[in-house]
């Protein structure tokens, strides 16, 4: 389970209330900042799907990762709104969950969209995930996983 999101309740885009300790124990953690405001958001969003929906949804044997949506978006509206339209089945922590300016601080989010990947206790494999997934697609899973130091038998 990573420690930073210990406690707390996560959110699909159909609205149903996840435990984050059930749905991130043993998976690769990548916190996806964005807005659906947000022309670069808009832009990598449908990417991150499909490497999402590659990794997790297609495959034979799924692999141990998953994403949680934090909302730089101006309501719990727009934030819906830009799951509904563009995420893959990935989690959300709350719109009204103030831990999301947390987030943002300890993880230093001046630009959005960022997506880091964190190891189970919080520290950042990667905060330069975006780039990654654009340069070498789903290869740089087995980095996050190797880094993550966690998944010890996948192979992707």
């Known amino acids: ?24 124990q043993n998976k690769v953690v990548a916190l ?7 022309a670069p958001s808009r832009d990598f969003t449908p990417l991150l799907c499909d490497f999402y929906t590659e990794l997790v949804s297609e495959a034979r044997r799924p692999a141990p990762f998953e994403v949680v949506f934090v909302s730089a978006d101006r309501s719990a509206e727009e934030m819906l709104d830009f799951m509904r339209e563009l995420h ?14 947390e987030l943002k601080k300890r993880y230093d989010i001046t630009i959005i969209p960022k997506l880091v990947v964190i190891k189970q206790n919080g520290a950042v494999i990667t905060n330069k995930g975006r780039k990654q997934i654009r340069e070498h697609g789903l290869a740089c899973f087995q980095n996050w996983v190797e880094a993550a130091d966690v998944f010890q038998n996948f192979s992707g």
Do not use: I, K, N
């Open 32 to 38: 996806y900042f964005a807005a659906g405001r947000c």
């Open 88 to 101: 893959g089945s990935w989690l959300a922590l709350p719109f009204h969950d103030p831990y999301r300016h």
């Open 1 to 24: 389970m990573v420690d930073v999101l210990g406690g707390r309740r996560l959110v699909t885009r159909e609205g149903t209330v996840v435990e984050a300790e059930a749905a991130l």
